[in-house]
């Protein structure tokens, strides 16, 4: 996942590699649900993406998360926290927090369905 380096405030400072690497573990995820419920590989052109800003990522994140809170609801029924808002301007780290919250809903998500699918069937 992310390999912080550290600053005078001994903080990890996640930069946009990091992001990136966070949601291409997101995506490893997907396919695996996918691969579960047995849908289809996504045939789909990738979308290239050049210059977003930290904003403009940072609500395409939290999208993601609305969406795998819902995904993890409906397999799971419990809810996670929705990230906060940042008050300041939006930083690469605010966006590997709302990405690293969706993660978490859908482990949550593939856990159970995993689970479900490893139970035997009742007589």
Same mark, same amino acid.
């Given at each position: 996942?992310?390999?912080?380096?550290?600053?005078?405030?001994?903080?990890?400072?996640?930069?946009?590699?990091?992001?990136? $690497?966070?949601?291409?573990t997101? %995506?490893?995820?997907?396919?695996?649900?996918?691969?579960?419920?047995?849908?289809?590989?996504?045939?789909?052109?990738?979308?290239?993406?050049?210059?977003?800003?930290?904003?403009? $990522?940072?609500?395409?994140?939290?999208?993601?998360? %609305?969406?795998?809170?819902?995904?993890?609801?409906?397999?799971?029924?419990?809810?996670?926290?929705?990230?906060?808002?940042?008050?300041g301007?939006?930083?690469?780290?605010?966006?590997?927090?709302v990405?690293?919250?969706?993660?978490?809903?859908? %482990?949550?998500?593939?856990?159970?369905r995993?689970?479900?699918?490893?139970r035997?069937? %009742?007589?």
């Amino acid at each position: 996942m992310c390999t912080p380096l550290l600053a005078a405030t001994s903080e990890p400072v996640i930069e946009a590699a990091d992001v990136l $690497v966070d949601v291409e573990t997101v %995506r490893q995820e997907l396919g695996a649900i996918r691969f579960v419920i047995g849908r289809p590989t996504n045939q789909q052109p990738e979308i290239a993406v050049h210059g977003a800003a930290p904003p403009e $990522v940072y609500f395409q994140a939290l999208t993601l998360y %609305r969406k795998a809170e819902r995904l993890c609801f409906e397999h799971t029924r419990t809810h996670g926290t929705m990230p906060v808002l940042p008050s300041g301007d939006i930083r690469p780290s605010d966006v590997y927090q709302v990405d690293d919250a969706a993660l978490e809903r859908i %482990r949550a998500s593939k856990k159970s369905r995993y689970s479900r699918h490893s139970r035997p069937a %009742r007589a």
